[in-house]
């Protein structure tokens, strides 16, 4: 992974400290982290997964 990727906040997290995401989007991969344990890596998904699962979220199918 490039020291230059950028990493959001993902719109999804909450902003209590609690329960949040990391999302970094580069050629060909959606980047996934825990804000809390970011040197346990990421997970990687292609950008159709990852609009297939927020599209299952968003209709509470998730």
Known sequence: MNHHTEWRKSSY???????????????????VRDTQHRELGHLDFTPEAWAAFLADVKAGRL
Do not use: M
């Not at 909450?14 to 989007?25: P, R, V, Y």
């Open 13 to 31: 997290s909450s902003d209590t400290g609690g329960n949040c995401l990391e999302i970094a989007e580069v050629p060909g991969s959606v980047l």
